[in-house]
């Protein structure tokens, strides 16, 4: 891989790997950042990138896109590893070819740093390569990476993570998310705000940010009345949202309101009027000039200390501080 003038940063050569039914966003959403940033800061080989299979050959994406890697995965790495190696996710590492499984047991530990988008968590694991990591992947992977791999902390709220050399995100387009965090890590703010720009995304979502919202981390409720109910609670975050009340609105009794729910959706009302409160304070913070005490009361906290509590326990940080990082200017 070439390097470039000493005047520009210095070269990030990124190997992406390939294999059948991989899933071809989790592929060209990151290459996408990572050429953009390039262009960004005026040095086309800031991010000199590889597309590699096992044996050189064409892979046939999920989505039936074929896909041409440059070289293959051995080439790639004779001239010396590449400072970030990225796997991305699909169907094909629910049963993963054993021979990219060893490929990636021997060569990965020499990258920098250790990327994966999607359930490309999985293949690393199968590795040995996220032992002792806090990770994460598709939520709907969630359980079989923790199951298979219990020497992984398996995290399965946020769209990435970040731990050590270790880089994780959750499904597809939050391989976008985690592109832009690294590039801003890399080249600064500047650079990953013009990619993002380009590519019309916020500059970058928090990688605590949950994996979906509130109402689609809770089932459905099949009755007519609680389902028409989780619709009115995220309407009205500002209202009486007590058991008292929510059952009242059903026409239940507290306790077979409290029990129906849990049943119905999997998780109780307090659990999800917590979600769907958080949920709409983070918003007004992002979207909205309100204050810190006038989103509390818009969300149904009631003061600012409480919506502080409530972030301290579910994000790590309080509102202002939340609102500094991830608050989009109105142009």
Not at 83 to 107: I, M, N, S, Y
Not at 130 to 142: E, F, I
Not at 160 to 180: E, K, Y
Request: hydrophobic share 40%; with cysteine.
């Amino acid at each position: 891989m070439q390097g470039q003038a000493s005047t520009g940063p210095a070269p990030r050569p990124l190997l992406m790997v390939l294999f059948d039914d991989v899933q071809s966003l989790d592929v060209t959403g990151p290459m996408e950042v990572f050429a953009g940033a390039a262009r960004a800061v005026g040095a086309p080989g800031a991010y000199p990138v590889r597309t590699a299979s096992l044996d050189g050959r064409p892979v046939r994406s999920h989505g039936g896109l074929k896909l041409l890697p440059d070289t293959t995965l051995d080439a790639a790495v004779a001239d010396g590893p590449p400072h970030t190696l990225l796997v991305p996710g699909g169907e094909g590492t629910r049963t993963p070819d054993p021979a990219l499984v060893d490929w990636l047991r021997t060569h990965a530990p020499a990258a920098e740093r250790l990327v994966s988008v999607c359930t490309g968590a999985l293949l690393l694991a199968e590795a040995g390569l996220l032992d002792g990591h806090r990770v994460t992947t598709h939520w709907l992977a969630c359980d079989t990476l923790a199951r298979r791999h219990p020497e992984v902390t398996v995290d399965p709220e946020p769209i990435f993570v970040r731990d050590g050399r270790v880089a994780t995100s959750a499904g597809v387009t939050a391989g976008i998310d985690l592109a832009l965090a690294l590039v801003e890590d890399d080249l600064g703010r500047d650079a990953a705000l013009t990619v993002a720009r380009h590519l019309v995304v916020f500059l970058r979502r928090p990688g605590n940010q949950a994996q979906f919202s509130a109402q689609l981390a809770a089932q459905t409720a099949r009755r007519e009345p609680l389902r028409d109910l989780q619709a009115w609670i995220a309407e009205h975050p500002d209202g009486d949202l007590s058991v008292e009340a929510l059952a009242a609105r059903a026409r239940l009794s507290p306790r077979h309101f409290a029990r129906a729910f849990r049943a119905e959706t999997g998780v109780t009302p307090g659990r999800y009027v917590d979600r769907i409160r958080l949920e709409h304070a983070r918003r007004l913070l992002e979207e909205t000039s309100h204050g810190v005490e006038e989103v509390a009361r818009a969300a149904g906290y009631g003061t600012s200390e409480a919506m502080r509590r409530a972030f301290g326990k579910a994000l790590g940080t309080p509102p202002a501080d939340y609102r500094r990082r991830f608050h989009a200017p109105v142009s």
